[in-house]
């Protein structure tokens, strides 16, 4: 059984610090990331819907692929240096949401953090990809504060009670 570790960009920090301190000793640890294409294959269709199809070293998709490689290697690096102990790589390409869930197939544990509103307790401080990853993970999740987890007074006030039966609502 593994530890799966979502790393994503500005959250990471918290889901590594969340693995050395929850992760058994013992644990496959699996550094996991998506990269979403979206952004790479919109400027490839572009490059050859306006300027044609040559000049293939001219496709800015090309160079975001190439950027959004080194950003990972980095990021993954940076992971492990902070985790201290080892973990397997996993770089996938894809829709985050599907591909983290899918990832999560079999694990022991996957590890995420909040990536919404920071500032309040609630259900906004998920986005919603990280929402989709909570609602159909196929394993337990621990769901981490980036920061600091904001103070009891930021959570949300009750909903108003339902009318009583036979009366109109407001």
Do not use: K, Y
């Not at 919404?116 to 609630?122: F, P, T």
Request: net charge negative; hydrophobic share 40%.
């Amino acid at each position: 059984m593994s530890v799966i570790i979502w790393i994503a960009e500005g959250t990471w920090p918290a889901c590594v610090a969340a693995a050395r301190e929850h992760a058994a000793e013992g644990a496959e640890l699996v550094l996991l990331h998506v990269t979403d294409d979206a952004v790479a294959e919109a400027a490839h269709g572009a490059f050859a819907g306006l300027l044609g199809r040559g000049h293939r070293e001219r496709d800015p998709g090309t160079r975001l692929e190439g950027l959004a490689r080194a950003a990972t290697d980095d990021l993954f690096e940076e992971a492990e240096r902070r985790l201290g102990r080892p973990a397997r790589r996993l770089d996938l390409r894809g829709r985050p949401e599907q591909q983290v869930v899918r990832a999560a197939e079999g694990a022991e544990l996957l590890i995420c953090a909040r990536d919404g509103e920071r500032a309040h307790l609630g259900p906004r401080s998920l986005g919603p990809a990280t929402r989709f990853v909570v609602d159909h993970a196929p394993c337990p999740v621990l769901l981490v504060w980036p920061d600091a987890a904001p103070a009891i007074g930021s959570l949300p006030p009750p909903p108003p009670p339902p009318p009583p039966p036979g009366r109109p609502g407001p």
